[in-house]
């Protein structure tokens, strides 16, 4: 990966969230739990076969986006969860 792409990566995964660079631990923190929320598979109970999958596909990917956000803050920056 190129030094350059880190960057658009981590801007394009935090646009999944509706936020920018500027965004702080915790609105990130709040902008994944409140997505994955929405999202979880055990809200879709009472949803179709269609609209259960889809949730699952964007409750997965919300996940990997969030780890990736994690790991990009990490290795930049040093501990970003503060726990």
Do not use: W
Request: charged letters at 35%; aromatic letters at 10%.
């Amino acid at each position: 990966m190129h030094a350059h792409q880190a960057p658009d990566e981590y801007s394009r995964l935090l646009q999944l969230f509706g936020l920018d660079d500027r965004a702080s631990k915790d609105e990130i923190k709040r902008a994944y739990r409140q997505l994955a929320k929405d999202y979880h598979p055990d809200r879709m109970q009472d949803k179709s076969a269609e609209e259960q999958a889809a949730a699952t596909e964007r409750f997965d990917e919300l996940k990997r986006a969030y780890d990736r956000i994690l790991e990009f803050k990490q290795s930049q920056f040093g501990s970003f969860t503060g726990e």
